[in-house]
């Protein structure tokens, strides 16, 4: 309750208080604060996904300068050969502004990705976006196979409809499936915890039985289990499928998943835009704040 309180003032705190509090789920202000969490991660056996923070943008400057940011990523991560990919938001590239601007800024990473050999995800954001951004996809799939992949929110209504679109247009689509994390209206989401994990399921089912490679993306056991006997289900190689997690979260999960011999994919983010992504990661588990607390008591004994 006073974890849930006191995540709930972050948006009022000093920064460099939130910053105690959050710096877990962020690698760092600096591209190579990423690359040197990539190579940490990998390591320890894991691959990443680099993202540039900075969602919500509504200047034309800045989506310009996020373009540039990726490809000096890009260029690192193939000199410095980094177990890693890159994940994109329409919404940092322009998508605020105007959609042929967002859609040109897309393309040109993604085209530069492609001429490199790394994947690209493009994040699903909130629902104004969701079909902008499936049509990206399948359209940039036609031109450039293999190019990049998108993401698919089992909270939303429409999940099972999307999957059947997108693999039927798709011969192997390339989908990474959470819950979503965006404040939706009931009109489009489901609210209830139970129902987004059997849509979640459900929808894992329907992508392996339609032969999409998944990247799974939650910290949830119950997802994690049932995600296990679909793998089994449909005789699955470690080839077929991923697990992803976020930076930060539930590192003993990661060991197990590591230890169970599955590919496991971290979202590694970075940037200057480091606060409003901290605050949504601290509101979605105030527990994180007791134990920060608590390590600035013990002095992190
Ligand atoms: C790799 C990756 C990429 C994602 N990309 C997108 C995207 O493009 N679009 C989108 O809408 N959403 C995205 N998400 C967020 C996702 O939709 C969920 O909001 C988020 O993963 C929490 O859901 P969960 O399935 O982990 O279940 P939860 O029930 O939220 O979490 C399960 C357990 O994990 C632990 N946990 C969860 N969050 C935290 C935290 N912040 N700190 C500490 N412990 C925590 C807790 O123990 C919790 O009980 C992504 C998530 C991942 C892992």
């Known amino acids: 309750m006073i974890n849930t309180m006191i995540a709930n003032m972050m948006p009022f705190m000093p920064k460099s208080l939130v910053r105690a509090f959050a710096k877990k789920y962020v690698a760092g202000k600096f591209p190579e604060d990423a690359f040197r969490i990539t190579k940490e991660l990998n390591e320890e056996g894991a691959l990443g996904t680099i993202d540039l923070l900075g969602e919500f943008n509504k200047e034309e400057k800045k989506a310009r300068a996020t373009v540039d940011m990726y490809k000096l990523v ?52 909130d629902h104004p976006y969701t079909d902008f951004t499936i049509d990206l996809y399948l359209k940039l799939n036609k031109d450039m196979p293999g190019s990049c992949g998108t993401v698919l929110q089992s909270y939303m209504k429409r999940n099972l409809d999307d999957i059947r679109n997108i693999t039927a247009n798709i011969d192997k689509a390339n989908i990474r499936l959470c819950k979503g994390i965006y404040k939706e209206p009931e009109k489009v989401a489901y609210h209830n915890r139970k129902k987004v994990q059997e849509n979640f399921l459900e929808s894992l089912d329907l992508l392996f039985e339609n032969k999409a490679y998944v990247g799974i993306a939650t910290h949830d056991d119950v997802l994690i289990d049932g995600a296990y006997d679909l793998i089994k289900k449909h005789k699955l190689t470690k080839e077929e499928y991923e697990f992803q997690m976020l930076l930060g979260v539930r590192s003993e999960l990661r060991k197990k998943l590591l230890a169970d011999g599955h590919t496991l994919r ?20 105030p527990a994180i704040v007791g134990s920060a607390i608590k390590g600035f008591l013990t002095g992190g004994k």
């Open 266 to 285: 971290i979202y590694t983010p970075f940037g200057e835009d480091w606060l409003p992504y901290s605050i949504r990661r601290l509101k979605e588990n």
């Open 74 to 125: 890009l260029d690192n991560i193939v000199s410095q050969n980094l177990g890693t990919n890159i994940s994109i938001k329409p919404t940092a590239f322009g998508a605020l502004l105007d959609m042929d601007f967002c859609t040109k800024n897309l393309t040109e990473v993604i085209s530069y990705a492609y001429d490199k050999k790394v994947f690209v995800r493009i994040d699903m954001e």
